[in-house]
């Protein structure tokens, strides 16, 4: 079956807009959802992201540096892994998704080759 990854993108201020309370309903919203996709047998792979990383770049000696910088305004907080039919089905799935209703949040669907 097709697998598709969903990658979650925001922004710096999505996150620092909401209150304490907000958060906790927000963070409770996201494990239902993706609940869905556990007891479906859906969910193949996922994991939020850690702010700090590392950028590897340039033809000359492959530099590698810290990154990617918050500075950056836009964040990618996660993914998930999910096996579906189509690619009509996952971003359809991905309206689900209740970190969307904020802006600046996106969730970017891309099938996985080979997958």
């Given at each position: 079956?097709?697998?598709?990854?969903?990658?979650?993108?925001?922004?710096?201020s999505?996150?620092a807009?909401?209150?304490?309370?907000?958060?906790?309903?927000?963070?409770?919203?996201?494990?239902?959802?993706?609940?869905?996709?556990r007891?479906?047998?859906?969910?193949?792979?996922?994991?939020?992201?850690?702010?700090?990383?590392?950028v590897?770049?340039?033809?000359?000696?492959?530099?590698?540096?810290?990154?990617?910088?918050?500075e950056?305004?836009?964040?990618?907080?996660?993914y998930?892994?999910?096996?579906?039919?189509?690619?009509?089905?996952?971003?359809?799935?991905?309206?689900?998704?209740?970190?969307?209703e904020?802006?600046?949040?996106?969730?970017?669907?891309?099938?996985?080759c080979?997958?």
């Open positions: 079956m097709p697998r598709f990854m969903y990658v979650f993108r925001g922004v710096e999505s996150k807009d909401l209150t304490p309370e907000e958060t906790k309903d927000v963070m409770g919203r996201w494990s239902a959802w993706a609940a869905t996709f007891e479906r047998g859906m969910m193949k792979d996922g994991a939020p992201l850690a702010a700090e990383g590392k590897v770049e340039g033809e000359e000696g492959r530099v590698v540096s810290d990154g990617p910088f918050v950056s305004k836009e964040l990618i907080g996660g998930f892994v999910i096996e579906c039919d189509s690619l009509d089905e996952a971003a359809e799935l991905a309206r689900g998704c209740p970190g969307v904020h802006p600046g949040m996106t969730v970017e669907v891309r099938s996985v080979g997958g």
